[in-house]
């Protein structure tokens, strides 16, 4: 396996000891290795502090607002119980 490919590998997966072993091996320069774990990180953050949190919020208030829909007698139609479902 070539050293671009494992590089490859060890990105995708996601691992960043593997590519911090090959860095301890001298395949990779502790640059690449410093710009593969800042863009790691960064994302990491992005989704789980930003997206995350922002998604679920649309999900929650949606399902209440679906519920308070849904618990109107009028509004019990069966196109509002398709839409609900």
């Known amino acids: ?3 671009l490919s494992m590089t490859l590998v060890a990105t995708e997966s996601g691992n960043m000891s593997d590519l911090h072993n090959m860095n301890l091996h001298g ?3 502790s640059n690449t290795y410093h710009q593969y774990e800042t863009f790691y990180l960064r994302a990491r953050f992005i989704t789980g502090l930003v997206f995350y949190p922002i998604i679920c919020v649309f999900g ?3 399902n209440t607002m679906s519920v308070i829909v849904m618990s109107q007698r009028q509004m019990r139609s069966s196109t509002n119980t398709y839409l609900f479902a």
């Open 1 to 3: 396996m070539t050293d």
């Open 27 to 29: 395949h990779e320069s």
């Open 60 to 62: 929650i208030t949606g």
